[in-house]
C-alpha cells in the first residue's frame, strides 16, 4: 500500500535510505563514520523539514513493514530544505563541509530525490508504483516537470527511468560523484 511515511517509520527507512543515497550519507552527516552517520540520518528523518524529513517520503507498506520508499520535494524548496543541514555541518565541521551540500536539482523541478526497495520484495513492481505516486505528487502540485539524478554505472536504475520516459539533461556532480541528471515533462 503506498502511503506518506510517519515520523516513527524512521528506523525501518534507514537501510532503505543508506542503500539509495550510497556515499551522499556521509556529505549529509559529515563524517565517515557510519555509526554517526546512522544516528545523523535518523535524526533528520524524524525532522519535520529537510531534505530528508519523513514529509518528503512516501513509502510502500506490506507485511507490517516497509517494503520500498521514496524521497520527493519541489526543487524551489531544496535550499530550503538544505537549511539545517548545512547549519549542522557548519556548526560542526565548518564551511567546507557545509559547501559540500549542493541542491540536486533546478527550481521549477519536482524532484526524487532517492528510491530504494527491500531486496526481499524487489521486482514486484515496487519501485514504478512510487515513482507514480511521485508522478501523481507533482501533477498535483502544479509541476510541468520531474527530474532527478541517477549514478552512471547504475545501468538498471537508469534503464527503468528510460522506461518510464525520463530523457538524459546533461551530467550533474554531487559529493564528488557524476550524475545523470534525467527529467520528465509532464
Known amino acids: ?33 557510519d555509526s554517526e552517520t546512522w544516528d545523523v540520518l535518523l535524526g533528520y528523518i524524524g525532522q519535520e523539514r529537510n531534505r530528508i524529513s519523513y514529509g518528503n517520503i512516501i513509502v510502500d507498506r506490506r507485511d507490517g513493514g516497509i517494503a520500498g520508499m521514496l524521497i520527493c520535494y519541489p526543487g524551489d524548496e531544496a535550499i530550503e530544505l538544505d537549511r539545517p543541514i548545512r547549519e549542522r555541518l557548519e556548526r560542526n565541521y565548518g564551511a567546507e563541509a557545509a559547501g559540500a551540500l549542493v541542491p540536486e536539482c533546478k527550481p521549477g523541478d519536482f524532484y526524487l530525490d532517492a528510491v530504494a526497495v527491500d531486496e526481499r520484495y524487489r521486482g514486484q513492481g515496487i519501485a514504478k508504483a512510487l515513482i507514480a505516486a511521485f508522478e501523481e505528487r507533482g501533477k498535483a502540485g502544479g509541476f510541468r516537470r520531474l527530474s532527478l539524478i541517477v549514478e552512471q ?14 530523457v538524459d539533461d546533461g551530467l550533474w556532480i554531487v559529493s564528488g560523484g557524476t550524475y545523470i541528471r534525467m527529467i520528465k515533462e509532464l
Open 153 to 166: 554505472y547504475n545501468e538498471g536504475a537508469y534503464a527503468l527511468y528510460r522506461k518510464l520516459g525520463f
Open 1 to 33: 500500500m503506498i502511503d506518506s511515511a510517519l515520523k516513527s517509520d524512521a528506523d525501518k527507512l534507514m537501510p532503505l535510505l543508506l542503500s539509495a543515497i550510497g556515499s551522499i550519507a556521509h556529505t549529509l552527516s559529515g563524517t565517515s563514520e
